[in-house]
């Protein structure tokens, strides 16, 4: 049985932890009120272009032939992006991920393109360390991108991915990263980044672009520099979007971490003082028995 002073010990611990798991849930709510501002700054960028360059495709028709979202004949190998953070101490933030894009990795794409290399592009720390565990080609390593986020990252990423799939390297481009919902819903979730997918063509939608816009130069100069750009943008959302998730269910796991070692704290100051009576309690009845021995 702990003695007193192993109880108090243990409590004090339990103390020192739960201001340093509080002091880290305050950090982790600061940084994310910046990257949640940075994410609604960014989604109505990144929808208004999307919006843009789904008019312009169906504008422009079948004549209009870019590599970046044409699609190949077969598909004979895959780069698999996968965004997670640099450091740990966020719940199952990072577990989430790596348990649905293994699963596409591993059994999703060997199902449905069973002859495909697989190659996975780690952005964050923990992606570097968990790959190398396992049984995948990593051709490239993004650690600590985090510390300093930054845009010209994601051009770098799009870069070397969108050359492999212009070269034919890549056949298809998916991104894996954490979507933020809000403080509570972090949603794992991927996009195809390449081939980019083209909209449906409809004669309403085309009438309306016909209506709305003049362009000057033509549509086709413009699709070919909006097409860079909409995957630089994509890239930058799944960034922001981890980020801000990572923030968020960080000061979440931090939270119920102080709330637990708080918990801890009452129990353990219970059994102390449950502890002491009982001494207490031992003394005075060897104080009682050593007097009634005396008077015999």
């Not at 994310?32 to 360059?53: C, F, T």
């Not at 069973?114 to 049984?135: E, L, T, Y």
Request: aromatic content about 8%; some cysteine.
């Amino acid at each position: 049985m702990p003695t007193l002073r192993d109880i108090r010990r243990r409590i004090t611990a339990v103390s020192n932890t739960a201001k340093i798991t509080q002091a880290m849930r305050m950090v982790s709510a600061a940084k994310m009120r910046r990257a949640q501002e940075a994410i609604w700054s960014a989604r109505p960028y990144v929808q208004k272009l999307s919006d843009v360059l789904s008019n312009l495709v169906a504008s422009v028709g079948e004549e209009y032939s870019n590599p970046l979202i044409q699609k190949h004949k077969s598909v004979n190998s895959i780069a698999v992006v996968v965004v997670t953070s640099d450091r740990g101490l966020c719940g199952s933030f990072n577990t989430n991920l790596f348990r649905i894009a293994n699963n596409f990795i591993h059994n999703e794409i060997p199902k449905e393109y069973p002859d495909a290399d697989i190659s996975v592009i780690a952005v964050g720390k923990r992606a570097c360390s968990f790959f190398k565990r396992q049984n995948v080609n990593v051709i490239r390593e993004y650690p600590g991108i985090f510390q300093k986020l930054d845009f010209s990252t994601a051009k770098e990423i799009v870069g070397m991915v969108s050359d492999g799939f212009i070269n034919n390297k890549f056949d298809k481009v998916i991104v894996f990263f954490n979507e933020f919902k809000n403080l509570i819903s972090q949603v794992p979730t991927n996009i195809t980044l390449l081939p980019i997918e083209q909209p449906r063509k409809d004669e309403k939608a085309e009438e309306k672009y016909k209506l709305d816009y003049i362009f000057e130069p033509q549509q086709k100069e413009i699709l070919d520099e909006l097409l860079p750009k909409h995957l630089d943008i994509q890239m930058w959302r799944a960034l922001l979007e981890s980020n801000a998730a990572e923030q968020a269910a960080r000061m979440m796991a931090m939270e119920n971490a102080t709330n637990n070692a708080h918990d801890l704290i009452k129990y353990l100051e219970l059994v102390f003082n449950k502890a002491r009576q009982a001494a207490i309690t031992k003394e005075m009845l060897e104080i009682v028995s050593g007097a009634e021995a005396l008077k015999k």
